[in-house]
């Protein structure tokens, strides 16, 4: 590694400024003098979208392989896959001379409607945090950068470039920044790229809290941040709150910017130095891994198959699939011959082939005799002919292959859906085809949930297939026909209503805020906290075979927060097929503090089994699968108390339940100030310990003034709840002439000895 120290000493002012906006969109700024080559970066994440010139924002890029979105790649709870699918993207990247990738997104599903949902994984953090960090390990195990995005709190399109996401404390610790936080820490991506949005007020690229207190000083991270392409509005601003590198280039004036700042004072020169280094030390990390070369197109393409048919939901299934070899299928639907396999957006690849749906079915359907008809028209228009044409068609077949892919223009980078719905005509479709043939499965193309009550009680099955990537028409008959069973489960809840949903009433916002109004409870945290009837929950997928749950066990009942704990379970393969089971630990906490969600996803693997195997499941537990983030504290802080270790097939569906003690290990000061109430007074173990022996006399004055005296009604006031939800120093205010001190001495006396000063 070139000495990057001495390399900012030999530098002008004017080539550290021009080193912090790029050259070109797609490249750093070179400083050939001194030995400071160029980096490119290109889009992502599920595929390298890399221009060929890199002076333009937006060109056809170079063939890659378009492997499934992140719907698709959540849904497999595949850590390892989701490595290995990280290392073809740093063979692909090595190969066309990229040296980061923009990606992975780990945003939250906040909404169904959000437009890019199909490029973010889950609506759970801890899923989000472990799929987004093994992509990160993959890619950056073969030398190449990441660029993790986009921090934070990036959850709409609507107004993307400037609504500000108004959020308390603590929903954006524990829901909106914890996938980063967990990606930061255990992957350490090379590049954060910081979002457009607003958080409180803030331009995220011009928000220390976020970029310099939160992301560099509190979890440690050490490469670079860059602005989402167009995010930076103030250079100087920018840089003073952590952003180091902007993009795109070039852009001659914010160096010029940046110059005159640091000569006027306004900026001091070791900030743009720090920026600066963090650029070199990228820099000269992506140097080390030489570029060019090949990529091996087919593997790519296999494996990119074996992660779509892996993420695919199988959602429903009444015993149609896996097919029996029928021989007259209908195939209906546009999507079975155009494959719909991505979205649209900076995501959207430039594929080394594209596996047809259809033909990738005739391949394994033997000498059956396959019957193709549009069923809708891409404009999404209504068409009774077409109704008409698929009714003939499935009446006369042993079975009917519905492909139904969402039209191309609702999901895409820069706008939000406005429903979940299919089309009408598609609904209409899927209507009058099971009327005449009942044994029809319907093969979902879409990158969110969409609804389906209008249509699923007539369908014998229903696969998710996701925007599936360039494989995926091959992987949908995989798993059709049962060359793979289907083990995908969903990353998100599906949803019977868009009213059901969490952010129903607070989603996208107006005037230029969105106000976070539930808080922590999104995804099933919300369904489960209010008991609302879901289409399919979090965490849900039907297989082929069926699996056991047994002999739950945990290393111990009884542990402190910082040694965590093992929870293991027996699952059997029952059925008579190899599969593999997505195995749930999600924590419950009895009693706590602050309002807690019902459940939360703790810890999962994925098992594979054959049929009759038993395998055991170990799981830890650790500090932060039982901790929250308390405001008031400014950390994540332990209770003493039970938890009950919830191991589920899905998060409704829980098979065994282990209840545990933790004792804390935290010390925490004491929160008590002038605003505190008896109760807290009470509660506090140093307030109790200090006022404990007055209070019996605060509160029998308390019943005389409030209470009327003895045998007297007063006025028809329960005194207790009342006195004790007051403050201490409002309750000596009434009785302020019976007091040796003034109300304020007194309670300040009071905290003096709680707090431990003055004694
Ligand atoms: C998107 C980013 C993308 C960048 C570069 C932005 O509009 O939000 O995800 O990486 O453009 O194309």
């Known amino acids: 590694m070139k000495n990057v120290q001495s390399i ?158 108004e959020l308390d404390e603590r929903t954006l610790r524990e829901i909106y920044l914890s996938a980063f936080e967990t990606a930061v820490k255990k992957a350490k991506p090379w590049t954060v790229m910081c979002a457009y949005n607003k958080v409180n007020g803030s331009y995220c690229s011009e928000n220390h809290k976020l970029l310099t207190e939160i992301l560099k000083e509190e979890w440690g991270f050490e490469g670079l941040v860059v602005s989402d392409w167009g995010a930076v509005h103030d250079r100087v601003a920018s840089l003073q709150a952590g952003l180091d590198l902007e993009m795109p280039g070039p852009k001659p004036r914010r160096t010029k910017a940046v110059v005159e700042a640091v000569r006027s004072g306004k900026l001091d020169e070791s900030v743009l130095n720090e920026a600066v280094r963090r650029i070199l030390e990228i820099v000269f990390k992506a140097a080390k891994t030489p570029k060019g070369g090949n990529f091996d197109i087919d593997a790519h393409h296999a494996l990119a198959r074996r992660i779509a048919a892996e993420g695919m939901v199988l959602l429903k299934n009444d015993g149609l699939l896996p097919l029996k070899n029928p021989q007259h299928i209908a195939v209906i639907g546009r999507a079975a011959q155009t494959a719909h396999f991505q979205g649209g957006g900076s995501s959207h690849i430039n594929p080394t082939l594209v596996d047809s749906p259809f033909k990738e079915l005739q391949k394994l359907a033997g000498n059956a005799e396959l019957n193709y008809v549009e069923g809708y028209s891409a404009s999404g228009e209504s068409s009774q002919a077409l109704i008409e044409q698929a009714i003939q068609n499935a009446r006369s077949a042993d079975v009917a292959l519905l492909y139904i892919a969402l039209p191309e223009s609702k999901e895409s980078e820069g706008h939000d859906r406005s429903d979940i719905d299919l089309t009408p005509q598609q609904v209409a479709l899927i209507k009058a085809v099971t009327a005449v043939q009942p044994k029809t499965v319907v093969i979902l193309n879409n990158g969110a949930p969409v609804a389906m009550g209008d249509w699923i009680g007539g369908v014998a099955a229903v696969l998710e297939a996701w925007m599936m990537g360039q494989a995926g028409g091959g992987a949908i008959a995989d798993v059709l026909y049962g060359r793979a069973n289907p083990s995908g489960k969903l990353a998100e809840t599906f949803p019977l209503r868009l009213i059901d949903t969490p952010a129903y009433l607070n989603f996208p916002g107006e005037n230029g805020e969105v106000r976070y109004g539930e808080g922590l409870f999104i995804g099933y945290r919300y369904y489960d906290a209010r008991q609302i009837p879901v289409q399919f929950p979090f965490g849900y997928g039907l297989s082929y075979t069926t699996f056991a749950y047994g002999n739950p066990k945990v290393s111990t009942t009884s542990f402190k927060d910082v040694d965590g704990v093992t929870v293991s379970v027996q699952v059997t393969n029952t059925g008579k097929v190899a599969g593999k089971e997505i195995v749930q630990v999600y924590v419950h906490d009895h009693k706590s503090g602050l309002v807690r969600s019902p459940k939360e996803l703790k810890a999962f693997a994925k098992v594979a089994l054959k049929p009759g195997e038993t ?52 010390e925490l000061p004491s929160l008590l100030d002038r605003e505190s109430t008896l109760r807290d007074w009470l509660e506090d173990p140093r307030g109790q310990h200090v006022f404990g022996p007055l209070f019996q006399q605060v509160y029998a004055q308390i019943q005389a003034t409030f209470g009327g005296g003895e045998g007297s009604e007063g006025i028809g006031m329960e005194v207790s709840d009342f006195a004790m939800d007051m403050p201490l120093l409002d309750v000596f205010e009434f009785q302020e002439n019976t007091l040796p001190a003034s109300p304020e001495e007194m309670v300040a006396e009071l905290l003096a000895q709680v707090h431990g000063k003055g004694q």
């Open 8 to 165: 900012i000493a030999s530098m002008t002012l004017e080539e550290k400024a021009a080193l912090c906006t790029g050259a070109t969109p797609w490249t750093t700024t070179a400083v050939e003098r001194l030995g400071v080559p160029e980096m490119t970066v290109s889009d992502g994440p599920h595929g390298v979208r890399h221009v060929a010139d890199v002076n333009t924002l937006v060109a056809a890029s170079l063939p890659a392989t378009c492997f499934p979105t992140a719907s698709c790649t959540a849904s497999t709870w595949d850590v390892d896959l989701l490595r290995e699918m990280g290392q073809a993207l740093a063979e692909e990247c090595i190969a066309l001379k990229v040296d980061v990738v923009l990606g992975p997104g780990t945003n939250m599903k906040r909404s169904p409607l959000g437009g890019r949902n199909f490029e973010y994984f889950s609506e759970d953090p801890y899923l989000a945090g472990q799929v987004a960090a093994a992509f990160i390990e993959g890619v950056q195990s073969k030398g190449v950068g990441t660029s993790l995005k986009h921090y934070a709190v990036n959850n709409q399109e609507f107004r993307r470039m400037t609504i500000s996401a």
């Open 615 to 666: 395998k055991t499941v170990s799981l830890h537990l650790d500090f932060r699968a039982f901790a929250y983030y308390h405001p008031a504290y400014r950390q994540w802080i332990t209770e003493d108390g039970e938890f009950d270790l919830l191991i589920g097939a899905s998060s409704a569906d829980i098979r065994c339940t282990q209840t545990v003690t933790l004792q804390s290990t935290l």
